[in-house]
């Protein structure tokens, strides 16, 4: 990898995006410590430090880039974003009208993102103003003694200020991430994912060592370190791995031209799903602990769940976590991956999947293999996402948005591979490009 960074460096049009990109960050991050307005800097962060930042809190604040709690003009982040893309691909299974344009090729997947960032916006309205209220109320920090007083002024005009800031800077986000996509290297949105997730490491890690017994906190500091990397290869094994399916296009004659006969493959990932059942099963089960907080209830299933569904070591917690993760990985294989379709494709174009026939028998086919696969990828997903759990619960306090966490680890390691297979891929045109000249 730092092989390829170097040759990319070395090249000026591939250095000229990589210094774009570079920059882009920087101004992603500095907008995460610039505060809204209204809001009392120095009380928040006597507030921060005595945060509880669990279940879809602590997830938008990682996917934030630790900018959520810190109620800056980016504390959206890139979340609303993230949740419209998931929206609209969902529809686009129910809704014919959003079929019709993801089969019309580029025209449609424009104005499919079009409906996305229309949806962001509203998104981050919606978001943005549950953040404020909850802020101004004081129940953004539960525990700390100056909760109620980061927002001084309470007023109206104040607290649309503060939402339209917000939105406006998700706006910007989502610019910058489709700014990196069109003139520098990767996906934006996903690059200024990884930068998020990535910028929450070194403080998690120096908690971690601060509050170990161990030398000084060392032993506990090395030993997640060294946790750390063994998930990484991990995953990298996993995501790397693929069941490819065989298909041969018989050969077609058009007027004195052969066309055809050639081979090739359907490759099926063993993680087919990526993330997005640990992000979908997270949001989910904060649902119950969201329920008590508002209705401040003390009858018996408030407690229930407040003892067995707020702390993320509860057996129960454990359980419906690991099932809702394999649940939701085959459901959204399910809309993801239509095997009719692709059966349909290869069809029209004369390929077929050599000892199946032709139609319905290739579908069929495509749906058992892409059913046996999808099993050890979200039995993979469930223990990734609960290691922190069961493993690293003795060191600071570790829950499932540990910095070595799955949904962490997952996007990280999915993004830098993405990134740098674009990198490769563009070394070599200009090396082919170099060859022929």
Wanted: charged share 10%; with cysteine; net charge positive.
């Amino acid at each position: 990898m730092f092989t390829a960074f170097a040759r990319a460096f070395k090249t000026p049009d591939l250095r000229k995006k990589l210094l774009f990109t570079l920059g882009i960050i920087v101004i992603y991050r500095l907008g995460a410590h610039v505060p809204a307005p209204g809001v009392d800097y120095a009380k928040v962060q006597q507030c921060i430090d005595q945060a509880d930042s669990g279940g879809l809190l602590g997830l938008m604040q990682m996917f934030s880039g630790g900018a959520l709690l810190q109620i800056t003009i980016f504390a959206l982040g890139i979340m609303p974003y993230i949740t419209a893309s998931i929206i609209l691909q969902l529809l686009t299974v129910v809704i014919p009208r959003l079929e019709a344009l993801k089969k019309e090729g580029q025209s449609g997947t424009a104005k499919i993102t079009q409906y996305t960032r229309y949806l962001t916006v509203a998104l981050a309205i919606l978001q943005g103003t549950g953040l404020v209220a909850t802020a101004r109320s004081g129940a953004l920090f539960q525990n700390c003694s100056v909760g109620d007083q980061i927002v001084a002024n309470k007023s109206i005009f104040t607290t649309v200020i503060m939402v339209l800031t917000m939105t406006a800077g998700t706006a910007a986000v989502m610019w910058l991430g489709e700014l990196i996509t069109d003139r520098g290297i990767g996906n934006g949105m996903s690059i200024l994912m990884f930068i998020s997730i990535a910028a929450t490491f070194p403080g998690a890690l120096w908690a971690i060592k601060e509050s170990g017994k161990l030398a000084d906190g060392w032993i506990e500091f090395g030993t997640v370190i060294l946790i750390g990397f063994v998930m990484v290869g991990l995953v990298v094994f996993v995501e790397q791995a693929q069941r490819r399916i065989p298909v041969q296009y018989a050969k077609r004659m058009i007027g004195r031209r052969s066309y055809g006969g050639t081979s090739t493959y359907i490759p099926l990932k063993v993680n087919q799903a990526g993330v997005i059942p640990v992000i979908f099963a997270s949001s989910l089960l904060y649902i119950p602990a969201l329920i008590v907080q508002f209705s401040n209830s003390q009858a018996g299933w408030a407690t229930w769940i407040t003892d067995n569904f707020v702390t993320g070591d509860h057996p129960y917690y454990i359980a419906t976590y690991f099932v809702l993760i394999v649940f939701f990985a085959f459901f959204y294989v399910a809309i993801s991956f239509n095997p009719d379709e692709v059966a349909d494709n290869m069809k029209k174009y004369g390929g077929f999947i050599p000892g199946i026939r032709a139609g319905r028998p290739t579908a069929e086919y495509l749906s058992y293999v892409l059913n046996r696969i999808t099993w050890p990828g979200s039995l993979y997903l469930g223990l990734i996402a609960l290691v922190p759990t069961m493993a690293l619960a003795g060191f600071g306090g570790a829950n499932q948005n540990f910095p070595f966490g799955g949904t962490s680890i997952l996007i990280i390691v999915g993004v830098g591979l993405e990134t740098v297979k674009q990198i490769e891929s563009q070394l070599q045109q200009r090396n082919y490009e170099g060859f022929l000249r």
